[in-house]
């Protein structure tokens, strides 16, 4: 066995180090989806009448779709019915610090490394902690409401700003959308809510963590996300969770709205559990990200998968205003018999507009990974800009790795360049690495961390920290 | 009716005017074709490999077909169509049918050069040995060819032996006063080390419309090298889908050039295979189009065994209200080690009607390989334009220099000098420019 084999044997054999289940008394309704389950949650939530009407209006629209299979992903079917779409851990109902969060859950956040005293102290960062779907914790709220950033859970924005959620609810991702998007609309219990006031620089980064703990239960949130005219936010998002062995279902909304002149950042780090080393369990990520630039605005969007055993995933830009810009940085990594199709959309409708996608692939094992991403230069944007590029690695030669790019030009001064390739780590690159007294495992790291550092460079400093730890705890053994 | 109801329903009549002259393999073959159409149907834009070009104008029309069309046809009509100043054989169609007195057939030793259905009763074994092996028998327009196609090109290399002179292979409609469907079908057999280049056109003189579904088989063998030249400049009411499959052994050539400057809805598929190792495909493309026109290629490079090589280069020049498709896919399959594929699509848009659509596909099951694939849309450069106009180019003959530029690396595999100049004086009209490159 060659030293490279030895690697690749390690990094099959790499298990997910967060698989553990926090023991928390939920409160969990009956299993199965109806107009009834949706009622239910409309009133256990004390929602306003306008919401259960557009929960409904959801549900009628989920019904008349079907489940798109143009992905290339091979999977059984969820069985939706057999999902309780309501799950709450019982917690104090007014929290003022972190003394009176649940110890246990505490515990469960320390394990992942991002203890709220720790995070609080050393980083400076306000974070929403979302435990199946209600978030529990907020910090440095009251910091933030000096500035009259509105940050907090969408429930809660709901009942104190729903003038804002009315708003802008659905106006990027409408309900009918897609099939796992009209289902989030109609079933979604919890998410986050962000609204920054105009000319407004966020001070922090802001970030939640969601964790899918109850077994057998989806999760399903709702993230709004509103930068008024000429503001900035950062905004980080994490996800982690436990071993289970029946798939789960995680089918999350994301609406950016950049008014004139805003700039909104959004970076993900997703580890959602990828199922064993024979591809039993692990998530479902079919997940709708969409954001709008108003005129001369900006949305970048930076993702790290290295999780969930079936990723289905595209966050997209609108690029309506004159001048406005896209960016879309992503690294997906898969590993043993995970699968990802995942990639962006671009869309130029105002003058001037500029997109850039930078996507890179690894896969190793016998994990296949996909990037599909559409350009559409339309009619009336003049002079419109894309650069795509997209690498994919391959590891050992179980693997697979396919490009679905779509490029539709209909304006004659649109720039597009796209770009792809495929390649193994040279062994001109590694011998390189060898004749300087670096060991082979070394010197996959050097590379693979020298591939990605295009979109690495793009997070926030906390999270390239933890999103370099994640890929070296998915290809464990290959990355220094 | 619809055409394709048509289609379906006039098989049974146009097979028993066939019975007793077509052996029960062939019959059966038919009988099989029209049953993948009946199943599929005409290919629609909710087919994804169809989702930019829809078939609905040009099935809509009403055509004529398996009924008797005038065969008279003048000469110099022909030769219009044909390279000329160079000796060649020729198999020239008219309406369908093959026509002995314009063309210039060959029966030697070492190959011969025939029309399909004459070759088929001479030479039925070598004809089932290959005829319906190498095109994929699920798509619907194979079906439908393989269900009424009767006429084509028919070209045997034998093993070693060298074509001598450029085949060229022409399929005119004449008839003006019906609307015409074809199904033209050609047949091209390399053996091992066997060489052969082929021109080949499709050109209706008539108004009337005209929708033509072709299918190409080439078998390419061990160290053999075929080139196969489509020019497509065609008029504004006729159509083509022409499906070319290609199958190639162990170290051998096999280039496929396509030249598109008209014609309502032309459709290429390309689809190349190879079967034994260290064999190189070559595809490159010139689009140059104006009016309404739309050209679809379709490529997809099947790497099932390693050491192979593909090249992929088309340019296309949109103009008024023309559109542009372009998917091109390359498959590693998982042995296909070493393979090397490269892919490169660049598009010039020159008005605001024009559009274009391109979808560059890698699907890799193979870590070792070098597989990459580039795609532009853009514009001429203004500074070169600048620098051309300040040493005194005008502005348009500095745009189609440039242009040719752009266009003139998809020429640079053609060898016969005839041939080259011919169509580099093609391309230099349809750009309006005078290139004194002779």
């Known amino acids: 066995m060659t030293e490279e084999d030895k690697l690749l044997e390690e990094v099959t054999s790499a298990e997910y180090k967060y698989g553990f289940v926090t023991d928390i008394e939920s409160d969990t309704i009956k299993n199965g989806l109806n107009e009834d389950v949706i009622r239910l949650i409309s009133s256990k939530k004390n929602e306003p009448e306008w919401l259960l009407e557009w929960r409904l209006e959801g549900l009628k629209k989920f019904q008349q779709l079907v489940e798109p299979e143009w992905a290339n992903v091979h999977y059984k079917k969820p069985d939706l019915q057999s999902i309780s779409y309501y799950s709450a851990p019982k917690a104090k109902k007014t929290l003022n610090s972190l003394d009176e969060v649940d110890p246990e859950l505490l515990k469960t956040f320390e394990k992942l490394g991002i203890s709220l005293d720790e995070q609080k102290m050393l980083t400076g960062v306000a974070v929403d902690i979302i435990v199946d779907s209600v978030s529990v914790a907020t910090s440095f709220k009251e910091k933030l409401g000096e500035l009259g950033i509105i940050f907090c859970s969408i429930s809660e924005a709901i009942q104190e700003h729903p003038e804002l959620v009315r708003k802008y609810l659905g106006t990027v991702v409408p309900q009918s959308d897609n099939y796992y998007a009209a289902l989030n609309s109609a079933v979604f219990t919890d998410g986050s809510f962000c609204y920054i006031p105009k ?33 900035y936010v950062s905004y980080l998002e994490g996800c982690t969770a436990p071993s289970r062995d029946e798939n789960q279902l995680h089918a999350a909304v994301v609406e950016l709205i950049a008014m004139d002149e805003a700039e909104i950042k959004y970076s993900t780090v997703q580890n959602w559990y990828p199922g064993n080393k024979e591809g039993v369990g692990g998530v479902f990520n079919f997940v709708t990200k969409r954001g709008i630039c108003h005129e001369s605005a900006k949305i970048s969007w930076t993702q790290v998968e290295t999780g969930s055993a079936v990723t289905w995933k595209y966050p997209s830009c609108i690029l309506k205003g004159d001048n406005s810009i896209g960016e879309f940085f992503s690294v997906a990594v898969t590993n043993n018999f995970q699968q990802a199709d995942t990639g962006t959309k671009m869309i130029h409708i105002g003058k001037n507009t500029k997109s850039t996608i930078i996507s890179k692939g690894i896969a190793a094992g016998e994990s296949n990974s996909s990037y599909r991403g559409l350009v559409k230069i339309m009619k009336g944007a003049e002079n419109a800009r894309n650069f795509s590029q997209c690498d994919s690695l391959l590891m050992g030669d179980k693997s697979g790795s396919h490009t679905f790019p779509y490029i539709e030009v209909k304006n004659k001064t649109a720039r597009i360049e796209h770009e792809a390739t495929t390649s193994k780590i040279g062994e001109d690159q590694l011998f390189y690495c060898n004749q300087r007294g670096i060991s082979t495992d070394a010197a996959i790291g050097l590379i693979v961390n020298g591939y990605c550092k295009d979109v690495l460079n793009q997070l926030p400093m906390e999270f390239a920290v933890e999103a370099q730890k994640l890929l070296s705890l998915s290809l464990e053994g290959s990355v220094g | 009716m619809k055409l394709q109801d048509k289609l379906i329903n006039s098989f049974e009549k146009f097979g028993q005017s066939l019975s007793g002259s077509e052996t029960d393999s062939l019959r059966k073959m038919r009988t099989e074709g029209i049953e993948v159409f009946k199943n599929l149907g005409f290919p629609t834009t909710k087919d994804e490999e169809w989702k930019y070009t829809s078939l609905n104008k040009c099935i809509k029309r009403d055509y004529d077909f398996g009924a008797e069309f005038s065969l008279d046809i003048r000469s110099e009509d022909v030769d219009r169509f044909l390279c000329t100043g160079i000796d060649s054989y020729k198999l020239v169609f008219v309406n369908g049918v093959f026509n002995a007195s314009l063309s210039n057939t060959t029966q030697q030793d070492k190959f011969f050069v025939s029309n399909l259905k004459d070759a088929y009763e001479g ?21 439908l060819n393989t269900a009424y196609a009767q006429e084509g090109a028919f070209i045997h290399v034998k093993a070693g032996a060298v074509v001598d002179k450029l085949i060229q292979i022409l399929y005119i409609n004449s008839d003006s006063s019906r609307s015409m469907m074809n199904q033209a079908r050609n047949l091209i057999i390399a053996e091992d080390r066997g060489e052969v280049q ?85 595809m490159d493309a010139i689009t140059l189009l104006k009016g309404s026109s739309l050209v679809d290629h379709h490529t997809f490079v099947d790497h099932a065994v390693p050491n192979c090589q593909s090249f992929q280069m088309y340019k296309g020049i949109y103009d008024e209200k023309s559109k542009g498709v372009f998917n091109g896919k390359v498959m590693v399959r998982k042995d296909a080690q070493k393979t090397n594929a490269y892919q490169q699509n660049n598009n010039l848009l020159l008005s605001d009607f024009a559009s274009i659509d391109t979808k560059p596909q890698l699907e890799i099951f193979a870590d070792d390989v070098a597989c990459s694939h580039g795609c532009t849309i853009g514009q001429l450069d203004e500074e070169a334009l600048f620098y051309m106009q300040s040493r005194g180019i005008p502005l348009k003959e500095a745009k189609a220099f440039l242009m040719f530029a752009f266009a003139g690396d998809t020429l640079k595999n053609i060898t016969i000098p005839e041939l080259k100049e011919q169509l580099v004086n093609l391309v230099a009209r349809e750009l309006k420019v005078d290139l004194e490159l002779n």
């Open chain 1, 199 to 231: 000319g407004t620089r966020c001070p922090m980064e802001l970030s939640t963590y969601f964790r899918i703990n109850q077994a057998g239960t989806g999760q399903f949130e709702r993230t709004l996300l509103i930068a008024d005219k000429g503001s």
């Open chain 2, 123 to 143: 030479n039925s074994e070598l004809f089932n040995q290959y005829y319906g092996t190498i095109a994929d028998k699920e798509l619907s327009m194979v079906g």
């Open chain 2, 198 to 282: 082929i021109l080949e056109r499709h050109q209706s003189l008539s108004d009337e419309y005209v929708f033509t579904n072709s299918v190409t088989e080439i078998s390419v063998g061990n160290e053999a090298n075929v080139k196969h030249f489509k020019v497509q400049n065609d008029i504004d009411t006729a159509s083509l889908v022409d499906s070319t499959f290609v199958k190639q052994g162990t170290k051998s050539t096999a280039l496929v050039d396509t030249f598109v400057f008209s014609g309502e809805l032309t459709r290429n598929n390309l689809h190349f295979e190879f079967t034994g190792e260290h064999a190189e495909a070559h």
